[in-house]
């Protein structure tokens, strides 16, 4: 990449960290500056415009140009800029938000805290935790337990709660007392011969065996995402999150559902709780509580915890947490008109009517000579390269083939992100039509045509007879 003198792209090299880069090789590479957005599609300094194939960071559920959010967060701006919730206060963007996000939250979930991340709402959920056992006399029943591939964020709990090494690797993670237990891909870790049906049943004994091992008075909560997502859209088996929460409620440990890309109708319902029928202590919400146009996030909270939370305050004389800009009124109010639009849209009749069309098309790239597992629900996917398809082995890593479909994507018009193993990752703008799915589609074929062939003329790669 040529960079101009003093061009944005060299200011950028000499003053700013970009989260999950190669550092170093942002110093010659430099950075794609996108400057707009419109619908599903972003445009960078070229000229360029490009599907995004990924709503940004899973995220950008309403794509890229909304006008009644710019309006209502502009009114907003005018009459209250900002105001906390501490100590009494409130606003009304706080409480309109509270109701209307419980009003459609799953059953047995009655009280709202906000922050403005999902690695902020994990880690409150971790500290609720606890809070909620030392009410109840329970002080040894701490333990958390995640799973591996699992992703919940970057603060020092949430990236604990996070099953992959680089979040962990040389940044002294995970803190003592956070657990993790086996990952329910089927594709990745069945043994040979086993059902769906057998492979679900042995992940839960073993997180029962963990469970007992560790001693369940010192196990407080289990978190999970409904559909694992950075970790490589991992979509459990049928029976998996029933025979999870059987082992929970036998050992009276509390059940966090990470919601934060889930959420919203991601998987073709409002949550992913009613996908897969899931009955949370706690949830946490983020990205498109918002479409991501403001920050903002959530923790969604039973009555027995809230109740216990009571009892501490009363005893502590205050509930002695929160962030500044928790329920902040503009991004409060942007969310309210964010849930006003799905409502208003029938945004989850939408993604109903066009999901079939994107899980159709990725599972015939399944056909393609490098793919060797499709798998996704909802408008959440992602196809999986493999150096033989039939034995299922990968790539090495330092090969950087998932790297390369990426950057091939780019030239096709396409954004798509390259996760662990080689998978290729689809999460559009829940807005996306079926027309822009069949280009997305094409756009990943075409990389994984250019990738094959690239492959084939070095000699990395030869298609199988």
């Keep these: 990449m040529t960079l101009r003198s003093n061009s944005l792209a060299e200011r950028d090299i000499a003053t700013l960290v970009h989260p999950y880069t190669n550092l170093d090789k942002h110093r010659t590479d430099g950075p794609r500056m996108i400057r707009r957005g419109k619908g599903v599609r972003v445009q960078d300094d070229s000229g360029r415009w490009y599907i995004e194939g990924m709503a940004g960071l899973w995220s950008a559920s309403l794509g890229f140009d909304e006008p009644r959010i710019v309006e209502v967060a502009s009114r907003q701006l005018a009459e209250l800029p900002f105001y906390h919730v501490f100590n009494h206060a409130s606003h009304e963007p706080a409480v309109e938000l509270a109701e209307r996000l419980l009003g459609i939250a799953p059953k047995g979930l009655t009280k709202a805290l906000f922050a403005n991340s999902g690695s902020e709402a994990n880690d409150t959920a971790v500290k609720l935790a606890w809070y909620?056992?030392?009410?109840?006399?329970?002080?040894?029943?701490?333990?958390?337990?995640?799973?591996?591939?699992?992703?919940?964020?970057?603060?020092?709990?949430?990236?604990?709660?996070?099953?992959?090494?680089?979040?962990?690797?040389?940044?002294?993670?995970?803190?003592?007392?956070?657990?993790?237990?086996?990952?329910?891909?089927?594709?990745?870790?069945?043994?040979?011969?086993?059902?769906?049906?057998?492979?679900?049943?042995?992940?839960?004994?073993?997180?029962?065996?963990?469970?007992?091992?560790?001693?369940?008075?010192?196990?407080?909560?289990?978190?999970?995402?409904?559909?694992?997502?950075?970790?490589?859209?991992?979509?459990?088996?049928?029976?998996?999150?029933?025979?999870?929460?059987?082992?929970?409620?036998?050992?009276?440990?509390?059940?966090?559902?990470?919601?934060?890309?889930?959420?919203?109708?991601r998987t073709g319902k409002m949550f992913a709780c009613e996908t897969f029928d899931l009955k949370p202590d706690m949830m946490t919400v983020a990205k498109a509580l918002s479409a991501s146009f403001l920050p903002i996030s959530a923790v969604l909270i039973s009555e027995p915890i809230h109740d216990a939370m009571l009892e501490q305050s009363r005893k502590l004389g205050t509930f002695a947490h929160g962030v500044t800009y928790s329920a902040h009124p503009v991004c409060a109010a942007v969310a309210n008109e964010v849930l006003k639009i799905y409502a208003e849209r029938d945004i989850i009749a939408h993604v109903q009517k066009v999901s079939p069309r994107l899980q159709a098309g990725l599972r015939r790239l399944g056909d393609h000579p490098l793919i060797s597992n499709t798998r996704g629900i909802g408008l959440i996917g992602a196809v999986e390269i493999a150096r033989d398809k039939r034995t299922k082995e990968a790539f090495a890593p330092t090969d950087g083939v998932g790297a390369l479909a990426q950057a091939k994507a780019l030239e096709h018009g396409i954004i798509v992100r390259a996760l662990r193993g080689d998978a290729i990752a689809v999460c559009p703008p829940l807005i996306i039509n079926e027309a822009e799915i069949d280009e997305l589609l094409a756009g990943v074929e075409g990389a994984l045509n250019d990738v094959a062939a690239i492959l084939q003329n070095k000699g990395q790669w030869r298609e199988a007879a």
Excluded: M
């Design 132 to 265: 909620y056992n030392n009410a109840r006399g329970r002080q040894p029943k701490k333990k958390i337990i995640g799973r591996f591939r699992g992703y919940h964020g970057v603060t020092v709990a949430a990236a604990s709660l996070t099953g992959q090494e680089l979040n962990h690797k040389d940044w002294d993670l995970p803190l003592p007392g956070f657990l993790h237990t086996e990952c329910p891909s089927f594709y990745h870790y069945a043994q040979a011969g086993e059902s769906e049906e057998q492979f679900a049943t042995r992940l839960a004994q073993s997180l029962e065996a963990l469970i007992l091992k560790e001693g369940p008075e010192t196990v407080a909560a289990f978190i999970a995402e409904p559909v694992i997502g950075g970790g490589g859209v991992i979509v459990p088996p049928p029976t998996y999150f029933a025979r999870i929460q059987d082992v929970l409620r036998r050992h009276d440990i509390l059940f966090i559902a990470d919601e934060v890309i889930c959420g919203f109708g």
